[in-house]
């Protein structure tokens, strides 16, 4: 049997957040963006749920999950798999479903707990 060259890395990333919470979505981006340049990977398609909350439908994630099935995404960058679930079994299984399909799921170190984020400015009167 013939050794086949591994597949070019397509990397896609997923963001939920609830409440809506721009300011903190992109900073979980860009975290996940220096996660892919260290891992040597092209930037990530963004897949985002701002203001979904777990247990509802979530249409970004069912756009990669179909990405994923169409082989148009193979590496899937997360801040944490609570992002899919709040639910440890439910955020388990979406990691199954992606790895089924041919994807490899990558967190940020730490579990998906971000560092510290600098304080934002008070506003004043």
């Not at 060259?5 to 397509?10: E, H, K, Q, V």
């Not at 509802?56 to 994630?61: C, D, Q, T, V």
């Not at 799921?105 to 304080?119: A, F, I, N, S, T």
């Amino acid at each position: 049997m013939l050794d086949r060259p591994p597949l070019p890395a397509r990397p896609a990333l997923y963001l939920r957040c609830y409440p809506a919470d721009p300011a903190g979505l992109e900073y979980q981006r860009a975290a996940l963006e220096r996660l892919a340049r260290s891992r040597g990977l092209p930037v990530p398609a963004a897949f985002v749920d701002d203001g979904v909350r777990s247990g509802h439908r979530r249409p970004a994630l069912e756009r990669l999950v179909e990405r994923a099935g169409q082989g148009w995404v193979n590496v899937v960058l997360v801040p944490g798999p609570f992002v899919f679930s709040l639910d440890d079994r439910g955020a388990r299984a979406t990691v199954r479903r992606l790895e089924e399909l041919g994807c490899a799921v990558l967190d940020l170190p730490g579990r998906g707990v971000l560092p510290h984020r600098p304080p934002v400015p008070a506003r004043t009167a």
